[in-house]
């Protein structure tokens, strides 16, 4: 098993920037893909952006390009999202996810581990 916790959230002015991390602990000896998914209120989560273990390769949401970036440490158990230029559109819940397969890393239906979220507020 795999345990998430994610830290770092709060509320920042819009253009503001935020970190978000997320520590890995358990068997992390694992090979993990690693996530950052995001839920607003009566919305479906969303996938904002994900990080491979093997190549750090990432991929990231058409919303975020640009703004966020998704690192890792490099024991790999550590991942972190920069976000900056927040914009209100982007307050929502932000949970880590971590997958050990293969498959579409944009659903999250991939992910087998998940962290409990963090609340980020950006106001206007």
């Known amino acids: 098993q795999v345990q998430l916790v994610e830290s770092g959230g709060g509320l920042v002015q819009a253009g503001g920037s935020l970190r978000l991390s997320c520590a890995a602990s358990?068997?992390?000896?694992?090979?993990?893909?690693m996530a950052w998914f995001r839920q607003a209120p009566g919305k479906e989560r969303e996938f904002v952006a994900a990080i491979r273990w093997n190549d750090r390769s990432t991929l990231d949401a058409d919303s975020v390009r640009g703004r966020f970036t998704i690192t890792r440490d490099n024991a790999g158990n550590t991942v972190y999202l920069q976000m900056s230029s927040q914009q209100p559109e982007d307050t929502a819940v932000y949970y880590c996810?971590?997958?050990?397969?293969?498959?579409?890393?944009?659903?999250?239906?991939?992910?087998?581990?998940w962290g409990q979220g963090t609340q980020v507020t950006a106001s206007s």
């Open positions: 358990g068997r992390t000896s694992t090979s993990i893909d």
């Open positions: 996810a971590g997958a050990t397969g293969s498959g579409d890393y944009y659903t999250p239906y991939f992910y087998e581990y």
